[in-house]
């Protein structure tokens, strides 16, 4: 099988991103963009953020999780701690997030340290969720192998019933993590692929030094 996508050509030009623009912290210009993404009405996930991490076979290994808060503290997913990706970082916090959003031609990558958040934070996360969603945390051992499609159906089915009437406690293998970031850059589409990258790196004073790179 061939095909050939080498016409595929956009040119980038609806913005710009300048040093004059920009305030010290990261977090600030994170939040101004992603308020933009969110402005934009594209009826798209813009929180939707690709996690990579480092399996003990050395292999990275990235997917798509749903940012659900983030704060100067960092950014905060939630998953299954047993899944690959909880078995990746339990071994090595080291994780790569980034952000392509599209519509507005920027592009966020994040370097940071993973780490749970505290349970009670999980908690207060997991009651906000439809019950069907509970269930499925219980019902899903996140990454294992399944025989069939109808296995998954009758776990579900089966918590179904364990919880009848009963309140939907989260399972302790089920919470949150957050990326605290060690760097953050900045991408943002110009025309003759001459864009804008701007990079955030956090110091030893805590301090963020700021430095263009070369598209
Ligand atoms: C749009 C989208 C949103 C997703 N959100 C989450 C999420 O918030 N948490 C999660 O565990 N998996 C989420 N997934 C599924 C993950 O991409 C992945 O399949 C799952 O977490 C298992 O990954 P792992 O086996 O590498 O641990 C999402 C997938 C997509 C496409």
């Known amino acids: 099988m061939e095909k050939d996508l080498g016409n595929y050509r956009k040119i980038y030009q609806k913005s710009e991103l300048l040093e004059q623009t920009i305030s010290d912290n990261p977090m600030e210009l994170f939040q101004k963009w992603f308020f933009e993404a969110e402005q934009s009405e594209n009826g798209l996930e813009n929180n939707a953020m690709t996690v990579a991490t480092i399996g003990a076979d050395g292999f990275p290994k990235s997917r798509v999780v749903l940012l ?24 090595n ?81 089920w919470g949150g993590y957050i990326i605290k970031p060690k760097s953050i850059e900045f991408w943002q589409g110009r025309p003759n692929r001459m864009h804008d990258r701007i990079r955030f790196t956090l110091q030893e004073d805590y301090n963020w030094k700021v430095e263009r790179l070369a598209p």
């Not at 503290?73 to 299954?80: D, P, R, S």
């Open 68 to 91: 659900k808060k983030y704060t100067w503290e960092g950014f905060i997913f939630y998953t299954n701690y047993n899944s690959e990706k909880g078995k990746a970082i339990a071994e």
């Open 93 to 173: 916090p080291n994780v790569c997030a980034s952000f392509f959003w599209q519509d507005m031609e920027r592009q966020v990558i994040i370097k940071g340290v993973s780490e749970k958040i505290a349970s009670n934070l999980s908690d207060g996360y997991f009651e906000s969720r439809p019950d069907g969603s509970k269930l499925g945390a219980w019902a899903s051992e996140q990454s294992s192998v399944v025989p069939s499609r109808a296995f998954l159906d009758e776990r579900l089915h089966s918590f179904e019933e364990k919880f009848e009437g009963k309140e939907i406690t989260r399972p302790e293998h």
